[in-house]
């Protein structure tokens, strides 16, 4: 791909910012949204030839079984684990969007704490990451992430990166092998976390949990973490180039920063309140710390009425 566009965006952006740095300051002005638009030229070119690419469901759930039978080796299920957590997501399938992808849920034991989607809906959550949890609505929010990662496509689309640079067949299982290893670790870019995030909190709320609970995983990630907010710039000039750097940085990082998500959940749930007015949800404390979910039994305690 050339990379003019690149350049060209640059220019026009340093261009903005002698402007800014000669004209008189105000302080209500910022480059906020110069930064979300160079964030959406590096999402749309990236996205570029994708909807051209793409996998019907059954190769999909296909490429999926082949995943999993190798992150299988991986590390041992917890069977007792992922019978709970299988119960929970299994009230969230009915909001998915892609009803042809068939869900299946893993504990794996390990202390990271983690969770990740394959293709095809396979979930995996660490055993680190339920300790790490305190309710059956922080792991409804949790699995609705992962499960929007594959509902929205953000998997399958990081295979199709794969099958185009390697030239791989959903029947290779030589390089499925490595392939699982790979779409495990690069990671998704910022929007895909964000836009997993909403779409993971939605699911959550319609099958009737606590609205709360993905902004309170991921304020508690932030101290875990020691994640500090970034200092804010003193000067026009400066501004800009941190608009800049933020706008690479973002696109090019693992995940945003924990603040960043929780704040976007916190103002979702927000919203969602004046829909909500009048209805019971539910937190699931005493669900989680017993390993008895929902749909087995609800305590009276857990639920309240919005």
Request: with cysteine.
């Amino acid at each position: 791909m050339s990379r003019m566009p690149f350049f060209a965006v640059l220019a026009l952006m340093i261009g903005c910012g002698v402007v800014v740095s000669l004209g008189k300051p105000d302080p209500e002005v910022s480059l906020d949204s110069a930064r979300q638009i160079w964030s959406d030229v590096l999402r749309d070119a990236d996205d570029l030839g994708l909807q051209f690419t793409r996998v019907p469901a059954y190769q999909e759930m296909q490429l999926g079984d082949q995943l999993a039978a190798e992150v299988g080796r991986w590390g041992k299920e917890d069977p007792d684990a992922t019978r709970y957590v299988a119960a929970v997501g299994a009230r969230l399938v009915p909001g998915v969007n892609r009803k042809a992808i068939r869900y299946h849920f893993h504990v794996l034991q390990s202390p990271a704490i983690n969770a990740f989607a394959l293709p095809g809906g396979q979930i995996y959550v660490m055993s680190g990451m339920l300790d790490f949890l305190q309710s059956e609505s922080e792991l409804a929010a949790v699995l609705g992430h992962e499960m929007s990662h594959v509902d929205l496509r953000h998997c399958i689309e990081q295979y199709q990166y794969q099958l185009a640079l390697k030239k791989v067949g959903a029947g290779d299982v030589g390089a499925i092998a490595g392939l699982a290893h790979v779409l495990v670790s690069i990671g998704y870019r910022q929007d895909q976390e964000l836009e997993a995030d909403l779409s993971g909190q939605r699911l959550a709320v319609q099958a009737g949990y606590d609205p709360d609970a993905a902004a309170a995983v991921f304020q508690r990630m932030q101290v875990k973490l020691h994640e500090n907010s970034p200092r804010p710039a003193a000067t026009p000039g400066g501004e800009l180039s941190q608009a800049i750097g933020d706008a690479l940085g973002s696109y090019f990082r693992m995940h945003p920063p924990s603040a960043e998500r929780a704040h976007q959940l916190l103002e979702m749930a927000a919203r969602d309140r004046r829909a909500l007015a009048g209805r019971v949800v539910y937190k699931g404390v005493r669900n989680y710390h017993e390993r008895v979910a929902r749909s087995e039994h609800e305590f009276i305690e857990e639920q309240h009425v919005e």
